[in-house]
């Protein structure tokens, strides 16, 4: 039975077990010398202290006129600052809108404008792109480090926004488990990205005891993707609820990884399967297994897996997760199908369907759908977007737009992609945003956006262009202008020039016969012709 906390159903969690100011509050009681966070440079945070530094920012904040669902934008790298920032707006019962940091042109403008957020938290390295953009709602920057000195805004430097907790207005009622405690950016398909909304519940089913029962509060968790991505604003928050402890990682680094998990004692750690690949093509050492880590996630399994557990002797676990939804499919330790994303977890319904919502036989490919037992459990629509909630939310199931099959034992593999996305590196693309900003080039007719294989896994963005007509399209001259337009990430690796796209009777571009084609022979290749794009060191 739910404790009292405003509802009697069992299957909603008391506050005190999944809202954030809550589980500070209770931790930092009951365990405060506890350890909760550790850093690369050796730094240490108990729960006590983890408080503290929270109850001091969320009065500074509350000072800027920060209030009860007031969005907050936050644009920082991985580090203590963006940390503190996500809690302390949530200890106020705010909305944590992270933005990536590599966004940049007509994509920060969406962003900016969709998040409604009239405070923006920015390193200082970034304030030049708000220069001669539209930026919305935002009258408040909250700067961290040095950068120019913009105009149009109320400056603070982030060290002087704090107080004392005796400063900090009560709130003016309890938050709830199905208040929104978050904004997060998700490519969209046939248009902007998408901000998910997601509940305190959901971001707790999403990685809870429910769906990841075998990580435990005794485990030290690395964070080592950012935390403007699910995968890094998740797991500090999952640990937090479960009284356990994380490791921060700034960066990913090949060379460093292990020499970081040993220093901060982890446990369990999460792989992009590209990240798996490249820690497995180091040469073996006798350190290969002198670490404490027990479990490692590696997404989407790959044929590293196999290697990566006999080698540094950790069991290997799989799942198919997504900003919008709660691991519904989790594998068993070291699964041996190849490929497979696991088996359907306790709380939750999936089918796979045809594009008329109607179940496919076993072995048959279809549209991933589902919804949890558990209300609140999985996002609560798109910010300011109900055609694109009602699209995917249609019939009372979540549409992944992901297709899979599932074999006779209940398997489940992921196949392709329904939507037109593109994965890379564990960043989902919007093809529609990477065509948007390629067709802004003065010489280009016509473009296409489309993911080919990579030779690490996931995709590699190719962009397949036509000229107007009597111009001609340098390709290293289009990659200048789209990497002062775009985020690293989205630059397309390939460039195809044709005189014109394939089109269906109704004019629409056949991405289809363009995937298929591939790389050609008269593909231009950025990586071959020298030019490596890297993720801006703040």
């Known amino acids: 039975m739910a404790e009292v906390s405003g509802n009697s159903d069992p299957r ?9 100011r809550y589980l500070i509050d209770d931790f930092a009681a009951s365990q405060p010398d506890a350890l909760y966070a550790v850093f690369e440079d050796g730094g240490q945070w108990t729960y006590a202290a983890l408080r503290d530094l929270v109850v001091r920012k969320a009065a500074g904040l509350q000072k800027l006129g920060v209030s009860r669902g007031d969005h907050v934008a936050v644009w920082l790298p991985n580090g203590r600052e963006a940390l503190i920032t996500f809690y302390a707006i949530n200890y106020l019962g705010g909305v944590f809108v992270p933005f990536n940091t590599a966004y940049r042109g007509t994509i920060l403008e969406h962003v900016l404008a969709n998040s409604d957020a009239k405070v923006l938290v920015a390193h200082g390295g970034l304030l030049d792109r708000l220069v001669g953009i539209d930026t919305a709602a935002v009258e408040t920057v909250v700067t961290l480090g040095e ?12 060290a002087v926004v704090s107080g004392e907790e005796a400063e900090l207005a009560p709130l003016s009622s309890p938050i709830v488990p199905w208040d929104t405690q978050s904004i997060i950016y998700t490519s969209g398909t046939t248009g902007p990205s998408k901000g998910v909304l997601s509940s305190y519940l959901h971001l707790y089913t999403n990685a809870g005891p429910e769906s990841w029962h075998f990580v435990t509060g005794e485990d ?4 080592n993707m950012p935390v403007f991505h699910i995968g890094g604003l998740g797991i500090p928050f999952v640990m937090l609820a479960r009284g356990g402890s994380i490791a921060l990682m700034e960066n990913f680094s090949t060379d460093t990884f292990w020499d970081f998990v040993r220093r901060t004692e982890c446990t369990v750690i999460f792989l992009l399967g590209v990240m798996a690949t490249f820690l497995i093509k180091r040469p073996p050492g006798p350190e290969d297994r002198a670490h404490g880590v027990r479990k ?3 997404v989407p399994l790959t044929e590293a897996a196999g290697p990566f557990h006999e080698r540094f002797g950790i069991d290997v676990y799989t799942i198919f997760n997504m900003t919008e939804i709660s691991s519904p499919i989790v594998s068993e330790p070291n699964p041996v199908k190849l490929g497979t994303c696991g088996k359907v977890r306790a709380g939750v319904d999936v089918r796979l369907v045809d594009a008329n919502d109607c179940e496919v036989p076993v072995g048959a490919v279809g549209e991933m759908i589902m919804r949890t037992d558990r209300p609140w459990a999985m996002n609560s629509g798109y910010h300011k977007n109900p055609e694109a909630t009602a699209r995917a939310w249609r019939n009372g199931w ?8 599932r074999d006779a034992e209940g398997y489940f593999y992921f196949v392709d992609r329904v939507k037109d996305a593109i994965r890379r590196r564990g960043e989902n693309i919007s093809s529609f945003e990477v065509e948007s900003e390629v067709m802004a080039h003065p010489d280009v007719r ?4 489309i993911g080919v294989p990579s030779e690490y896994s996931e995709d590699e963005v190719m962009a397949v262009i036509a000229p107007i007509p009597g111009a001609t399209v340098d390709p290293v001259e289009l990659c200048e202008f789209l990497a002062a337009r775009m985020p690293y990430f989205m630059v397309p690796r390939y460039i195809r020039v044709l005189p014109e796209l394939p089109k269906t009777p109704t004019a629409k571009v056949m991405k289809a016969e363009l995937r298929s084609e591939g790389i050609t022979p008269d593909t231009w290749d950025r990586e071959k012709a020298g030019i490596r794009l890297k993720k801006e060191r703040l």
């Not at 979540?398 to 099959?405: I, K, L, V």
């Not at 016509?446 to 956006?449: G, V």
């Open 12 to 20: 909603v969690l008391d506050r005190r077990r999944c809202v954030l």
């Open 147 to 158: 950068g120019p000195r913009i105009s149009g805004f109320a400056l603070h430097d982030f």
């Open 220 to 223: 030290r968790f690395l964070v």
């Open 296 to 298: 490692v996630f590696m």
């Open 398 to 405: 979540f549409h992944t737009g992901d297709a899979f099959r």
């Open 446 to 449: 016509e473009a296409a956006a």
